[in-house]
């Protein structure tokens, strides 16, 4: 153990600093997706089919969004969606200390889309 421990301590972590090293994404990565919103026809197809239930949509409010912790990147809502108003987009989506909602709304710039944090759950550990 004592050889394990000063092999590790000498030498080059196996891992990069990402965000601030890009990713080295391989071919077809699914990454993330995200919404045209000039292209939405409020079908709830992609609400329907998401199989973590990861996305909402609000027709009054007009925005779709994505907890990108529940979201697997299946690509299940791109394939579903009559428009093709979602992409997968081959990046990840930056790392967060509290889980995200990407809110996407009709006035927004294309692809552009509004972060909200989400609480974190506390649970309780104890059976008392």
Same mark, same amino acid.
């Given at each position: 153990?004592?050889?394990?421990?000063?092999?590790?301590?000498?030498?080059?972590?196996? $891992?990069?600093?990402?965000?601030?090293? +890009?990713?080295?994404? +391989? !071919?077809?990565?699914?990454?993330?997706? !995200?919404?045209?919103?000039?292209?939405? $026809?409020?079908?709830?197809?992609?609400?329907?089919?998401? +199989?973590?239930?990861?996305?909402?949509?609000?027709?009054?409010?007009? $925005?779709?969004?994505? $907890?990108?912790?529940?979201?697997?990147?299946?690509?299940?809502?791109?394939?579903?969606?009559?428009?093709?108003?979602?992409?997968?987009?081959?990046?990840?989506?930056? +790392?967060?200390? !509290?889980?995200?909602?990407?809110?996407?709304?009709?006035?927004?710039?294309?692809?552009?889309?509004?972060?909200?944090?989400?609480?974190?759950?506390?649970?309780?550990?104890? !059976?008392?």
């Amino acid at each position: 153990m004592l050889r394990s421990t000063f092999r590790n301590l000498f030498s080059r972590p196996n $891992t990069l600093r990402y965000p601030s090293v +890009p990713a080295d994404l +391989p !071919e077809n990565n699914r990454g993330r997706v !995200e919404w045209d919103m000039q292209k939405c $026809t409020w079908c709830m197809l992609c609400y329907k089919n998401c +199989p973590t239930h990861a996305i909402a949509t609000d027709k009054a409010a007009q $925005t779709q969004s994505v $907890t990108r912790n529940r979201c697997i990147a299946c690509g299940r809502c791109v394939e579903v969606c009559p428009t093709q108003t979602i992409y997968m987009r081959e990046q990840y989506s930056k +790392p967060a200390a !509290e889980p995200e909602i990407h809110v996407y709304a009709v006035g927004m710039e294309q692809w552009g889309y509004r972060v909200e944090k989400l609480p974190i759950k506390r649970y309780r550990t104890d !059976e008392g």
